[in-house]
């Protein structure tokens, strides 16, 4: 029975899952519904549903997010997750077919993370797991052999140099989409003394953020006075929620500065002619690339498909399988 080939990225917020073959299958949350019967953990929901099942008014069962910057935070919950999306790609079958993924992970992983995430995925069922950083991921996609990769996820940013034979240099920063909706709760609290949940930061970041300082728009959100502890509400405006965010991005731009400072002489020049490539969901942000420009004077760019572009590039390497033996230094590949 022919195999199933599937690249599944490590993300803290959101699982995407490329089939070879058929393309993009899963974009969900990271998420699952547990509930505790007879001393075991038991899988209620995965994914989108579990989100949508833990709002409803009487909801007992637990909401976790198993990966925690871009590591496994709980085990089991992380088998049954991954259980579950794997399970959706097999066929109802009692012959069921050998499963091999690779796994699109941060560049900060220690050795025991990286076994933490192969482990699991060996035990939610791939009969083969490989681990590859996400820059190398997106690197592939762009199709260029050196290049400054900036990867803005939800729990992290990857920054790296890569070439055909793996990372030159690169670092992990606990910067991400989460941290800049904690930033723009701390501006409403700094600001306004109201209080924002998590979920109504991420509306105003997707709806009214911009680095761009010609757009001001404003968005009215719940809130919740720290002051009289009433429900209230308040007028948001792009100018004070990108000053808000602004830090974030400024240490992105020395963190790319410092790696980039890692890089060999001889691939200095196509290095420099291609500029920084950025990509992941955070990479979204109107005016992100104008900015990290401007503040490197170097030119920065928009990798198309910025949130996919990681496992639809690690997919390329089933059809390439000794190109990414070399790239890990796999000799049963080569």
Request: charge should be neutral; hydrophobic fraction near 45%; charged fraction near 20%.
């Amino acid at each position: 029975m022919k195999s199933i080939n599937l690249v599944m990225n490590i993300g803290t917020r959101n699982t995407a899952v490329y089939q070879q073959g058929k393309g993009l299958i899963i974009k969900e949350p990271s998420a699952v519904l547990i509930s505790g019967r007879n001393g075991k953990m038991v899988l209620v929901e995965s994914g989108r549903a579990a989100v949508q099942a833990a709002q409803e008014p009487h909801a007992k069962e637990q909401l976790l997010y198993p990966i925690k910057d871009g590591a496994v935070f709980h085990e089991r919950a992380a088998v049954l997750m991954y259980k579950e999306f794997i399970g959706r790609v097999l066929p109802y079958s009692p012959f069921k077919p050998r499963v091999s993924v690779i796994a699109c992970i941060s560049c900060g992983l220690t050795s025991m993370e990286r076994r933490d995430v192969e482990n699991v995925l060996i035990r939610a069922g791939a009969g083969e797991v490989k681990l590859l950083e996400s820059p190398l991921a997106a690197a592939e996609f762009l199709g260029l052999e050196h290049a400054v990769i900036v990867d803005i996820g939800a729990g992290k940013t990857e920054i790296a140099v890569t070439s055909p034979s793996g990372l030159i240099a690169g670092c992990s920063l606990n910067i991400g989409g989460d941290a800049i909706n904690r930033a723009i709760m701390d501006y409403v609290t700094d600001v306004f003394r109201q209080k924002i949940q998590f979920s109504t930061a991420e509306k105003v970041k997707r709806s009214i953020l911009s680095l761009s300082p010609a757009d001001n728009a404003s968005c009215v959100v719940a809130s919740r006075s720290i002051q009289a502890d009433a429900a209230s509400s308040i007028k948001l405006e792009t100018r004070g929620v990108r000053q808000a965010v602004e830090p974030l991005i400024d240490k992105i731009a020395e963190a790319v500065v410092a790696v980039c400072s890692q890089m060999p002489v001889n691939i200095y020049e196509d290095v420099a002619a291609s500029g920084m490539h950025l990509c992941g969901g955070s990479a979204n942000i109107p005016g992100i690339d104008r900015y990290l420009a401007e503040k490197l004077e170097w030119e920065a760019h928009v990798i198309n498909e910025p949130d996919n572009a990681c496992v639809i590039g690690a997919a390329h390497f089933f059809d390439d399988p000794g190109k990414l033996g070399r790239l890990l230094n796999l000799k049963n590949l080569r």
